[in-house]
């Protein structure tokens, strides 16, 4: 399965949060970051990004969800 990205989130709490309203409409959903942004708490200069990726197939869905949220409270 190919997984692609569909959003960027600064820090893992905030990835968090968006990988798990993905999952509660039904999109897989997987985490890729540096893990020493996350051991360290680090945000700045690339380390805290944190990249969100679902499977391709599910790619356009997962950009409509993420956009009809942006700037409302999840």
């Known amino acids: 399965m190919n997984f692609v990205k569909v959003a960027e989130a600064q820090g ?15 999109i ?3 985490l890729r970051y540096e893990s020493i942004g996350k051991v360290l708490g680090i945000t700045t200069d690339g380390l805290g990004v944190v990249k969100i990726l679902v499977p391709e197939e599910k790619e356009e869905e997962a950009k409509k969800l993420i956009e009809s949220v942006k700037g409302k409270k999840v």
């Not at 893992?12 to 039904?26: M, P, V």
Request: charged share 30%; glycine share 6%.
């Open 12 to 26: 893992i709490t905030e990835a968090e949060i968006i990988k798990s309203f993905l999952e509660s409409n039904g």
């Open 28 to 30: 897989p959903a997987e």
